[in-house]
């Protein structure tokens, strides 16, 4: 049997919207002979990309041997394959351990990224994460559950420093949530909740700290959602915010431009 050379492709399916995926990954659907889809997260509505004669497999009830052995079986007949993730494969895509387990049987593979929610999420929100001289970092973060986070990434430690923060797989922990935010935020600052962001269910809906627990529960938000925090969110639905960078300012030099006397 011919070598297939065919590297698998990791991709990123992005947010929900078919719309939203990136034009190198939606030309690996229609050039796929399968697609592994993460079944619990990528609706089936950005599968409207794969070719007439692509199969299809939700990774859903599959644990890592399963896939693993799902690509080695069509790689060795010499099919093209899809690993397509939810948003971006490198935030929260568990694809490294299947990355070490395929160079392990010498199969090649790439990955190609997606938008992430996050990203979505301040699209709809008509947000930037990075304001000048109030806030130049974004954290992306989750809180320890049932799969642990690292002592030193713990998100009490994290939100004292009080930057813009999207906190992913943390909606069954939202009283923990919210004790933090509203010890290092404040109870009256404002936070949002983006759930099923660019899917047709999507809502974005702002809340006070305080009242983040309460908001999840009188909108049934159980899992699927983002929480998003800091000045950057406040900013975005105050009228009267006016906040410019250096980089338009006309009194401002730099190597494309002289400031004006």
């Not at 600052?189 to 899917?199: D, F, I, Q, R």
Request: aromatic share 6%; with cysteine; hydrophobic share 35%.
């Amino acid at each position: 049997m011919k070598e297939n050379k065919n590297k698998v492709v990791f991709a990123g399916a992005g947010p929900g919207d078919p719309d939203l995926i990136t034009i190198k990954s939606m030309k690996a659907l229609k050039s796929a002979d399968l697609i592994i889809y993460a079944g619990s997260l990528v609706p089936e509505a950005v599968l409207c990309w794969k070719g007439e004669k692509t199969e299809t497999k939700s990774s859903a009830g599959m644990d890592l041997n399963h896939i693993i052995d799902t690509i080695k079986a069509y790689h060795a007949e010499g099919k093209k394959i899809v690993r397509l993730h939810t948003g971006d494969p490198s935030l929260y895509g568990a694809i490294f351990e299947q990355m070490r387990e395929l160079e392990k049987v010498n199969i090649p593979y790439e990955v190609i990224p997606g938008v992430t929610a996050a990203f979505a999420a301040a699209s709809k929100m008509n947000m930037e994460y990075t304001l000048p001289e109030v806030t130049q970092t974004l954290i992306l973060t989750r809180i320890s559950g049932r799969t642990p986070v690292p002592e030193s990434e713990d998100l009490e430690k994290l939100a004292s420093h009080q930057s813009s923060m999207a906190i992913y797989l943390s909606i069954g922990h939202t009283e923990k949530v919210q004790q933090i935010l509203e010890k290092h935020y404040g109870r009256e600052s404002l936070c949002a909740v983006a759930y099923k962001v660019s899917h047709p269910q999507e809502k974005i809906i702002y809340t006070k700290i305080k009242n983040l627990v309460k908001t999840c529960k009188d909108n049934s938000i159980t899992r699927h959602a983002l929480i998003i925090v800091g000045k950057s969110v406040e900013a975005s639905i105050d009228n009267q915010a006016v906040l410019k960078s250096k980089l338009y300012d006309s009194t401002f030099s730099h190597g494309y431009r002289n400031a004006e006397k």
